[in-house]
């Protein structure tokens, strides 16, 4: 069983930047693939990034590219989403998610977090 706790959303101007962090708990983080999905208000979850267990190699939805960086700290239990020049677009609830698999990106995801809010105003 792996839990996972998000961190970092908050409100922030168009243009701006936040991190989130996601820890998980156990002794097996490198043996998952995380990824970071987004549900805004009246709108279905999405995908937003994945990488791979050891970080090196990492998928983005188009509308993310060039602006959010997805990295991981397996010493630390840690993955996190950078993202630069936000635009209120990007607002909703941040999800972070991990599935053991060698993958990059799987089609399903066994494990989620509970949530962070991030919020861009104009």
């Known amino acids: 069983q792996v839990q996972l706790v998000e961190s970092g959303g908050g409100l922030v101007q168009a243009g701006g930047s936040l991190r989130l962090s996601c820890t998980a708990s156990g002794r097996t983080f490198s043996s998952y693939a995380m990824g970071w999905f987004r549900q805004a208000p009246g709108k279905e979850r999405e995908f937003v990034a994945a990488c791979s267990r050891s970080g090196t190699m990492a998928y983005y939805v188009d509308s993310v590219k060039g602006r959010f960086t997805i990295s991981r700290e397996n010493a630390k239990n840690t993955v996190y989403l950078q993202m630069n020049s936000l635009k209120p677009e990007d607002t909703a609830v941040y999800y972070c998610?991990?599935?053991?698999?060698?993958?990059?990106?799987?089609?399903?995801?066994?494990?989620w977090g509970q949530g962070t809010q991030v919020t861009v105003s104009s």
């Open positions: 998610a991990a599935h053991n698999t060698p993958l990059i990106r799987p089609t399903k995801y066994d494990y």
